[in-house]
Antibody, heavy 119, light 111 residues
Framework: EVQLVESGGGLVKPGGSLRLSCAASGFTFSSYTMTWVRQAPGKGLEWVSSISSSSSYIYYADSVKGRFTISRDNAKNSLYLQMNSLRAEDTAVYYC????????????WGQGTLVTVSS | QSALTQPASVSGSPGQSITISCTGTSSDVGGYNYVSWYQQHPGKAPKLMIYEVSNRPSGVSNRFSGSKSGNTASLTISGLQAEDEANYYCSSYTTSITFVVFGGGTKLTVL
């Protein structure tokens, strides 16, 4: 069974940093592109970043480019999102998802972790 | 403003059919058959309902179907049931600066 479990969310002050993790199991992690998607309270889904299976290709939304860094450790079956210079508008539930590169869709999602940026 | 345009809300009575539209451009919806649809109930993670325009994942009811014409994709739900009440999001691959884009979401109310 495919499982994605996010962790690392919490309350952080504006300008602060946070590192999210996503532990994957039930599939060959090193074979898949992984993605972070976020959802601000009461708002829609927003794609944040994707990383290819070997980390060769990395993409970011304009809203986080230069502040967030996506990475992965295939030996540990883990995905990460380093978030720096956090702003109030980064407040959201952050989901880890497995992206099917054949069709650019996410068949599996984690339960999400809440990041709150507030003073 | 989201890259893909969806109606904010739609509604229908049990047993009826509804269609949710998702309008993009030739750089996303119109240019590729990489449109997917997600259902999200409050407080839950999104669930994939349709991928590659019209394919249903295993376990998704055949009451859900997808199609595309030009720059507009559509999700149709037939035989509406109370459990279909949720938010629905379309998504597409894009050749614009971003990699994947979502629609703003549509709230489906089953009357």
């Amino acid at each position: 069974e495919v499982q994605l479990v996010e962790s690392g969310g919490g309350l952080v002050k504006p300008g602060g940093s946070l590192r999210l993790s996503c532990a994957a199991s039930g599939f060959t992690f090193s074979s898949y592109t992984m993605t972070w998607v976020r959802q601000a309270p009461g708002k829609g889904l927003e794609w944040v970043s994707s990383i290819s299976s070997s980390s060769s290709y990395i993409y970011y939304a304009d809203s986080v480019k230069g502040r967030f860094t996506i990475s992965r450790d295939n030996a540990k079956n883990s995905l990460y999102l380093q978030m720096n210079s956090l702003r109030a508008e980064d407040t959201a539930v952050y989901y880890c998802a497995r992206l099917e590169s054949s069709g650019y869709y996410c068949a599996y999602w984690g339960q999400g972790t809440l990041v709150t940026v507030s003073s | 403003q989201s890259a893909l345009t969806q109606p904010a809300s739609v509604s229908g009575s049990p047993g009826q059919s509804i269609t949710i539209s998702c309008t993009g451009t030739s750089s996303d919806v119109g240019g590729y058959n990489y449109v997917s649809w997600y259902q999200q109930h409050p407080g839950k993670a999104p669930k994939l309902m349709i991928y590659e325009v019209s394919n249903r994942p295993s376990g998704v009811s055949n009451r859900f179907s997808g199609s595309k014409s030009g720059n507009t994709a559509s999700l149709t739900i037939s035989g509406l049931q109370a459990e279909d009440e949720a938010n629905y999001y379309c998504s597409s691959y894009t050749t614009s600066i971003t990699f994947v884009v979502f629609g703003g979401g549509t709230k489906l109310t089953v009357l």
